[in-house]
């Protein structure tokens, strides 16, 4: 597509249970990343792909949040037993492999509020 | 510890005025530097990049200022438009695992009064 597709953009989940958050990159581009805003602060780095494999993910908070790209192209961020300090923005991003000093092309992101 | 800060959290600017909005870092090993605007409910938005070798970049009304010798840069637009008005990112791109990780700072808002 032309750019960086996230789904859903609203997502209202109860405390503790389990969601998944979509991200279909710009196609061709083998960098992903996964970045939560929170109100107010900037974007926090989560996890980054390069290909199918996750080649950084030293930002993931704790062990209830996971992220796949099974073929090199769509990613999932899997939450598990939901916070309500889970809340915020999920950012996804993408761009060409040995491109990262043209930035990033970020999606508009999905809002996640837990209750 | 590392970090990519601001200054300010909020700036107000006459349209038709020069905007500059200024961010500090720490790491001195640094050496790429991009700057992101994001407007309400979009995700940041490329707008400028800095290598460390370089002290000043401009593009369409946009310059950006990097002094290395006291871990600075700042982000000039010219002529602030109504449509300028977003939270600006300063960020650095440091190496890791192949590709690129974007630290980002906390921002600045910037309001533009007609």
């Known amino acids: 597509g032309a750019g960086v597709s996230q789904t859903p953009s609203n997502k209202v989940t109860e405390k503790g249970k389990y969601v998944e958050l979509r991200c279909d990159p710009i196609?061709?581009?083998?960098?992903l990343y996964w970045y939560r805003q929170s109100l107010g602060q900037g974007p926090e780095f989560l996890i980054y792909f390069q290909g199918t494999g996750a080649a950084d993910d030293s930002g993931l908070p704790n062990d209830r949040f996971f992220a796949v790209r099974p073929e090199g192209s769509v990613s999932t961020l899997k939450i598990q037993r939901t916070e309500r300090g889970d809340s915020a923005v999920y950012l996804c991003?993408?761009?060409?492999?040995?491109?990262?000093?043209?930035?990033?092309?970020f999606g508009s992101g999905t809002r996640l509020t837990v209750v | 510890g590392e970090s990519v800060g601001l200054h300010l959290p909020t700036l107000s600017v006459q349209e038709g005025d020069n905007s500059i909005i200024n961010c500090a870092y720490s790491n001195s090993a640094s050496d790429y530097f991009i700057w992101y605007k994001q407007e309400s409910g979009k995700g940041p938005q490329f707008i400028i990049d800095?290598?460390?070798?370089?002290d000043k970049r401009q593009g369409q009304r946009v310059t950006v200022l990097l002094n290395k010798t006291v871990k600075h840069l700042s982000l000039q637009i010219a002529a602030t438009q109504p449509g300028d008005s977003a939270v600006y990112f300063c960020a650095e791109n440091r190496a890791r695992g192949g590709g690129f990780k974007t630290i980002f700072g906390a921002g600045t808002r910037l309001f533009v009064k007609a």
């Open positions: 991003a993408s761009s060409p492999k040995d491109r990262g000093d043209y930035g990033y092309t």
């Open positions: 800095i290598r460390s070798n370089m």
């Open positions: 196609s061709g581009h083998t960098a």
